[in-house]
């Protein structure tokens, strides 16, 4: 296989990428229309970052799945799509706008169109477990892997700790890696652009969502480093959901947590020190006159053992009136959960396969209650909401 | 005019260029039903020529439904395209060509985009060569502010500067020098030639950097001279590109053998 250039070297010495014999048939049409397609996507994306080749990847993991997103154009491509295109690896689906099994507040047009959407990407050959925690649901992948995903804090937590691969794939971009089973090799897929920009010191105690919250909205699309703190599994999703959502960040380090935490160099970095006091200003942005009409937990989706805690905090206490309780998780963990899920739901609705950002929250509430980062980020412009954050304990005075 | 930019969808196609000046988030600011960018600008086969997208990574969809709808560009010229641009182009098969400098493009202008080969090829538009020679001194920099005799560019900021006719551009430079400040010079460097759309021409400009010693005596292709420090052509009115010619001139200077 001699590498083939796409085509002569334009003048400024970018474009540099090579394709092999059998990359460059694929772009051709030789596997057909789709992959030629797919093919051509992702070498405009390689040309776009200066990368050199195309990387096999593990798994892909596709954004562009809830239809109050996707509207009619994003469904009449995949439908279209589908007719022309297999995925080759592992690939997982995004949260849906809706519950698959049960049907909630969507309205009955939005649950056919989201049904139909579904059944494409199933044509696709894409596994249908819809969740922004694939990690939590059977794809676990491994240090040093490369991936092509694209919910954010999914490729947080991959990146930060798994020490897995991947940049921050737009939808069509994962589709299109997960049809020929490789993505461009530029950005995180290299260990140099791994590197930390920026030391974040964390004195006292500050809760994760506000803490991530806060440095996302501070260092846009750098690396960040924390000291100081040292989370557990659950807490770092917390963490990397909310800075991937008021920032860009697709990485992170956590000194002495974290995998490859040590494999820089960070004495010359700038650092900041962050305390409780910094974090009264968001603090007093996340608060509502308005008494919240609904709780909602689960961003990113809880894991087996946030259900178990959640169901704990709740055995024995009486529902009073109050909010409407909403909590998201995948399929998979809300199957092998199925005692406590059951305690929860004298008190709400445990919900998977969609969250309270990508559903149609809108249209039966105005002001959500939550103790996550990330949909404290994301409900406002998303979901039309006034947000309240509040910590889990408090969240659970409300209605118990 | 042919411009050399990156292939990023195949794709050839002509049309008629419909062009704005801000970044373009496809979800919010393109209406997919009527093919209006921030509520005026009609796309609908046209070349739709902008900087960069931005915004949701849906956009991608949306330029697909533009397609679908029949609402949208023939072809796509950007500046510099990013991820959500390049994927709806490449999923709606509409030719788009980057790293093209759209200052060059004018709302209305015949366009031919070859979207394999990343070339744009401006139609009905003259080339016109011109030399710029900028005259140094220690740390300043002559200016001249051109007359109402010169039949271009009456009351801009320029630098020695005049058309090429039949000689090669340095000799140009070394006899427009002499018609215009009659000063002694030395070269220090040439730079790469500069663009620069006005009207129905685009100039390609042949930047030169001279040294030169004592003052100026005028002709009268311009009115007064000024001693100004380099960076101060950004803040002058000047003729097109005047910065980006003495940048190429000063780049050349310090970066030669």
């Known amino acids: 296989m001699s590498p083939v250039q796409v085509r002569p070297a334009a003048l400024f010495g970018f474009d540099l990428m090579h394709l092999t014999k059998e990359e460059e048939n694929i772009l051709e049409g030789e596997k057909g229309e789709g992959p030629a397609k797919a093919m051509e996507l992702l070498v405009a994306i390689g040309k776009i970052y200066d990368a050199d080749r195309l990387i096999p990847i593990e798994s892909a993991q596709i954004a562009g799945v809830s239809y109050k997103t996707m509207g009619d154009a994003g469904l009449e491509f995949v439908q279209d799509f589908a007719e022309k295109a297999q995925v080759k690896v592992k690939a997982m689906l995004n949260p849906a706008g809706m519950d698959l099994n049960h049907k909630n507040y969507e309205s009955d047009e939005f649950r056919s169109k989201q049904i139909e959407l579904i059944k494409a990407y199933r044509e696709l050959g894409i596994e249908v477990s819809c969740t922004c925690t694939p990690y939590l649901a059977g794809n676990r992948p491994s240090i040093g892997t490369h991936l092509a995903w694209s919910e954010s804090s999914a490729v947080s937590f991959a990146n930060s700790v798994l020490g897995a691969r991947t940049n921050r794939e737009g939808g069509p971009s994962a589709l299109m890696a997960a049809v020929i089973g490789k993505t461009p090799n530029y950005g995180l897929h290299i260990k140099e652009n791994r590197r930390p920009d920026i030391v974040y010191d964390v004195e006292g105690d500050i809760p994760l969502s506000l803490l991530g919250y806060l440095v996302g909205r501070e260092t846009s699309d750098e690396i960040p480093y924390f000291k100081d703190i040292s989370p557990r599994e659950d807490g770092l999703k917390t963490l990397g959901a909310a800075m991937a959502a008021t920032g860009s960040v697709a990485m992170y380090h956590v000194e002495g947590v974290t995998p490859e935490y040590d494999d820089f160099d960070i004495g010359h970095l700038e650092k900041v020190e962050i305390g409780p006091e910094d974090i009264e200003e968001i603090k007093e942005e996340l608060k509502s006159k308005k008494e919240p009409d609904v709780i909602v937990i689960g961003c990113p989706h809880l894991s087996r053992p946030e259900i178990f805690e959640l169901a704990d905090k709740l055995e024995g206490r009486e529902r009073k009136n109050g909010p409407d309780l909403l909590v998201y998780t995948s399929r998979k963990v809300m199957e092998e959960s199925k005692e406590a899920v059951r305690k929860i739901e004298k008190f709400g609705s445990v919900v998977s396969d969609t969250c309270m950002v990508v559903s149609p929250l809108e249209d039966k509430y105005e002001v959500a209650a939550t103790d996550s980062g990330k949909a404290a980020a994301y409900l406002p412009k998303l979901a039309n909401q006034k947000v309240i954050y509040a910590d889990m304990d408090t969240l659970l005075e409300m209605i118990a | ?257």
């Not at chain 2, 739709?48 to 949208?72: A, D």
């Not at chain 2, 215009?180 to 040439?190: H, I, Q």
């Open chain 2, 1 to 257: 005019m042919i411009l050399s930019g990156r292939a990023i969808s195949t794709g050839e196609v002509r049309g008629t260029v419909a062009k704005v000046d801000d970044r373009v988030s496809f979800l919010g600011d393109v209406d997919p039903e009527t093919g209006l960018v921030f509520g005026e600008k009609k796309i609908k086969d046209s070349i739709f020529v902008f900087p960069e997208g931005k915004g949701s990574t849906v956009g991608s969809y949306v330029i697909y439904q533009l397609k679908k709808n029949g609402t949208g560009p023939k072809g796509i010229i950007n500046r510099k395209t990013e991820t959500i641009v390049a994927s709806g182009a490449i999923i709606s098969d509409i030719p788009l060509v980057d790293d093209i400098d759209i200052d060059l493009i004018e709302d209305g202008d015949m366009v031919h985009i070859d979207g394999a080969k990343g070339e744009v090829d401006i139609l009905d538009v003259d080339v016109v060569d011109v030399v710029t020679a900028f005259l140094v001194r220690d740390d300043s920099l002559l200016l001249f502010k051109r007359s109402d005799d010169v039949r271009t560019f009456k009351g801009k900021w320029a630098g020695v500067s005049g058309y090429l006719e039949k000689n090669d551009p340095l000799q140009q430079a070394k006899i427009e020098i002499n018609e215009e400040t009659d000063l002694e010079s030395e070269l220090l460097a040439e730079g790469e030639t500069v663009l620069a759309r006005s009207g129905k021409n685009i100039w390609r400009v042949h930047p030169y950097l001279f040294s030169v010693e004592g003052e100026p005596e005028l002709d009268r292709e311009n009115e007064k001279y000024e001693w100004v420090r380099p960076e101060k052509i950004k803040s002058r009115d000047t003729v097109p590109k005047l910065w980006e010619a003495y940048e190429s001139a000063r780049w050349s200077y310090e970066n030669q053998d």
